[in-house]
């Protein structure tokens, strides 16, 4: 079993729709979570942190179940320019490595 | 500077040669990272500095695969008598604390 697992997709979803990311971990002992944002050919960039009381970011929405051991990321009002792929990350606690899913991918359509 | 800096942005090598590849973090940042990405792959740790010491090498896929940091600031990670399956995209990756900044990675192709 992969460490975090993720649905490559990809979701295609016309504009203004809301869509949603689910995100599994094997390790009880994850600490930290984020969710990363790549676009075609480009680094990684940091999306946001996903806290245990989850956390909102404008049209973006992130939330921790430790119980069942996924992470959610929901996108409300999707722009064109949400079209990218999501990397769910985590890292367990004391540790600095992070350790990425292979990411869902994301088309937003006119 | 303002952002993690890779060079070179691409290289072509050919099987058998050696290459470097440079990572020039931000400023302050203690934590340094190499990760990989092949195609369509997730990105795969290979190795991480803290300062210039390298707790945690594990990622390190054969002994072809070294990595250097000096003055606490620039790594070097340097693949020798590359193989086709070396050809991904290297990043590297800084951080004070608490979320990674990216460089634009080294596209790597071995022929």
């Known amino acids: 079993r992969k460490e975090v697992e993720q649905d490559p997709g990809p979701f295609n979803v016309p504009e203004g729709a809301t869509v949603a990311f689910n995100c599994t971990y094997s390790n009880s002992a994850s600490q930290s979570f984020f969710w990363y944002r790549q676009d075609c050919r480009k680094e990684p960039k940091l999306l946001m942190s996903v806290y245990s009381s989850g956390n909102e970011d404008g049209r973006f929405t992130a939330q921790l179940n430790r119980a069942s051991q996924y992470i959610s990321l929901l996108i409300r009002d999707s722009k064109l320019s949400d079209s990218a792929t999501y990397l769910c990350v985590v890292s367990l606690s004391g540790t600095y490595k992070y350790i990425f899913g292979t990411g869902t991918r994301l088309k937003v359509l006119a | 500077g303002a952002g993690v800096s890779q060079s070179p942005s691409n290289k072509v090598t050919e099987k058998g040669k050696d290459v470097e590849l440079r990572c020039d973090p931000i400023s302050g940042h203690t934590a340094l990272y190499w990760y990989r990405q092949s195609l369509g792959q997730g990105l795969e740790f290979l190795i991480y500095f803290q300062g210039n010491s390298a707790p945690d090498k594990s990622g390190l896929p054969s002994d072809r695969f070294s990595a250097e940091r000096t003055g606490g600031s620039v790594s070097t990670l340097t693949i020798q008598r590359t193989q086709q399956e070396d050809s991904a995209v290297y990043l590297c990756?800084?951080?004070?604390?608490?979320?990674?900044?990216f460089g634009s990675g080294t596209r790597l192709t071995v022929v």
């Open positions: 990756a800084s951080s004070p604390d608490d979320g990674y900044t």
